[in-house]
């Protein structure tokens, strides 16, 4: 357990983490990444992703991680962007809307279950034209096969997995997609900040290990072309240098 005392007339910030006492300058690095760490965990809890959506369309993403998914999708500029998780779609039409201000790309996204009016909302939007939606479970082979035959040879392929969060389901769809991205793109393991919210009011007994993080850490030691990496800022004039993130250890860069 972990408690943060925050004294603004000193300017000084107090971890007590189990004992071990950390004393901190308020305005430092330290205490910006311990109270961060805190703010996504009350942030979860209170769901705050669920207040986002994006050109009409719900998006349940911290708006964080979005920001860097565009820098990333910007530089790697893929031929096709597959995604695992459909639900509203509004990452869906986020993605969309970067290729389509790229003028290259494509999305597929994969879900077991595509709610219908979920389908017509996504099918009636105006830039639906780069979509392709597969219902099915992201890891039976069948669906993996479906979407291997929609990737062209030499494309570029940046693979995003946001559906099913257990270790297994995730190990299984980094064993089922690896193989389709690119030197230089990612397989990015999301939500994997569940190992941080077991204690919290929406958390689940388990999820300290049971989650997409350590899935992606142990597929790479078994796959030496994988390493997790978090992309480099592509400007950064701060003393910071980590993602305020729902997705921990979750980009693993092709080398």
Known sequence: MTKLTIDTETNILTVDDGGAIEVLDLYSK????AISRQWVRVGWTLKYPYT????????????????RMQE??????????????????????????????????RIIGVDIEIRSHNRAAIEAHPLNDRITL???S?????????????IKPGEV??????????????????????????????IVATDGIMHDLEDTPRGVPGWSTDNPTFAARDFVK???????EQPAWPFNESTLEQNITHWPGAWLKKA
């Not at 330290?30 to 990444?33: I, Q, V």
């Not at 995730?170 to 690896?178: C, D, Q």
């Not at 078994?222 to 997790?228: D, K, L, M, R, S």
Request: glycine share 8%.
């Open 157 to 186: 392929v940046l693979v995003i997995l946001d559906s099913n969060h257990s270790y297994a389901h995730v190990y299984s769809e980094l064993e089922a997609y690896s193989d389709l991205v690119t030197t230089g793109s990612y």
């Open 52 to 67: 986002f959506s994006w050109m009409g369309r719900p998006v349940i993403q911290l708006p964080e991680d979005m920001i």
């Open 30 to 33: 330290g205490a910006f990444d």
């Open 222 to 228: 078994t796959h030496p072309e994988f390493v997790i």
């Open 72 to 105: 990333v999708v910007f530089a790697i500029k893929p031929d096709v962007i597959i995604e695992t998780g459909v639900a509203h779609g509004g990452s869906l039409i986020y993605y969309s809307s970067l290729c389509k201000a790229m003028e290259k790309g």
């Open 138 to 150: 992201s890891t039976a082979p069948e669906i993996v096969s479906q979407v291997k035959s929609l």
């Open 134 to 136: 597969i219902k099915g």
